[in-house]
């Protein structure tokens, strides 16, 4: 008769290999990472021939259309099936008697994945006793896949859904005569592809190329949620009004606190156009982003300071514009936090060497792609990149 208890050292061996199943399945992120997980997981703990995780649309295999046929009915009762031998498999399913004898099952488990539809099929080339305690072995494998399933499927649906929102309110840089432009945007979570950060770059009559930077506070979904509404309403402003980057902001700021609860933010809205005595200059309006840079033809770089209140803050926070002049050749970088905050330094020394890579100057993309080697290790924030390069002396 079939013992009903473990021994003790075959009671730890199944812990440690618990903790193991529960570590790999914790490893994994998407639906695809745990459906190949799995089999290679039942094989090491059960010594399984086959084993699957039967999923309505998903094949992984020329045995996955037995494997949807045999758990067809514990997924209908929710009742796990424990077939010891052959004779036991085919009586029960005498309809998949050849398929079975084909792919060489002797033993099989199905069961279904508790709260969700969906079975976990296990097949043996040899018969197999399934005694109490290895039932309850297999079962709480069972609840360890259905786990990582679940939250693998939520990371599939964030993922999709963030990469249908980045599709909506992504930028695609214009083309205009006379400026180079490259923007980036690097997510700090793998899993999305859209946070709180945006630019935007809005040509006008004249040569004038209104560009704008923004970081809403906080990350993932949400934020990208909050930054569409606000860039949606600034890009508005944008194309209705020609005015002062200053006035831009605090129209936005009004707005903002006008529809609910106000967005926290930091943006900066720069105007880059021909000036009146030759070349081109700069205005712009910070609120509480980092400071725009000025990339000298020869290497000389300089960070733009004036920086008022954050968006969301006060309604009627005083905004101020400033003017630049910005040489022939000269290139303005945009950029947000997330490119100059890092756990192991001092902002003031990231800022430092920021600065000392962009003197090595170059076209707009290779100017991000130096400002992008300051990154290393995890990030905790996204970052968005923004830079333009105005018309040299030979180009104007």
Do not use: K
Not at 114 to 124: I, T
Not at 149 to 167: G, K, P
Not at 175 to 182: I, K, Q, R
Not at 306 to 326: A, E, F, V
Request: with cysteine; glycine share 10%; net charge neutral.
């Amino acid at each position: 008769m079939p013992t009903t208890t473990l021994p003790p050292d075959a009671a730890l061996r199944r812990s440690r290999q618990l903790l193991t199943a529960s570590e790999q399945l914790s490893a994994t992120e998407t639906t695809a990472d745990v459906l190949a997980a799995v089999p290679a997981l039942m094989r090491e703990m059960l010594t399984a021939t086959h084993a699957e995780v039967v999923v309505a649309g998903i094949g992984r295999g020329p045995a996955s259309g037995v494997a949807a046929a045999l758990t067809a009915p514990v997924q209908r009762d929710g009742l796990a099936r424990f077939y010891a031998g052959p004779a036991e498999l085919m009586a029960a399913r005498p309809a998949l008697a050849g398929d079975v004898a084909r792919l060489g099952w002797q033993a099989a488990v199905c069961a279904p994945l508790p709260g969700m539809p969906g079975a976990l099929m296990l097949a043996w080339s040899q018969p197999r006793a399934f005694t109490g305690p290895d039932r309850a072995f297999i079962v709480t494998l069972i609840l360890y896949v259905t786990r990582a399933l679940q939250r693998a499927m939520r990371n599939d649906a964030t993922i999709a859904a963030s990469e249908t929102l980045q599709r909506a309110i992504g930028s695609q840089l214009p083309h205009v005569d006379g400026y180079e432009l490259a923007a980036r945007y690097l997510p700090a979570d793998a899993t999305t592809t859209v946070g709180g950060d945006w630019y935007d770059v809005l040509p006008g009559p004249n040569g004038r190329l209104t560009c704008v930077i923004g970081d809403v506070v906080g990350h993932g979904l949400r934020a990208a949620a909050e930054m569409g509404q606000l860039r949606g309403m600034l890009r508005a402003y944008l194309v209705d009004r020609r005015e002062p980057p200053s006035v831009l902001l605090r129209r936005l700021e009004a707005a903002n606190h006008a529809l609910g609860e106000p967005t926290m933010a930091t943006a900066v809205v720069a105007i880059v156009e021909p000036a009146a005595s030759g070349g081109h200059r700069l205005r712009w309006s910070n609120a509480g982003h980092p400071p725009p840079v000025v990339i000298h033809p020869g290497g000389t770089v300089h960070a733009l300071t004036g920086n008022d209140m954050l968006l969301g803050m006060r309604r009627n926070s005083p905004r101020h514009t400033y003017t630049y002049h910005l040489p022939p050749g000269s290139t303005v970088l945009l950029h947000t936090d997330g490119l100059v905050e890092d756990r192991e330094r001092h902002i003031d020394e990231s800022f430092a060497t920021l600065y000392r890579r962009l003197r090595a100057g170059g076209r707009p993309h290779e100017v991000l792609a130096a400002a992008a080697g300051l990154l290393t290790g995890v990030r905790s924030d996204d970052v968005a990149m923004l830079a333009v390069r105005v018309p040299g002396h030979a180009e104007t």
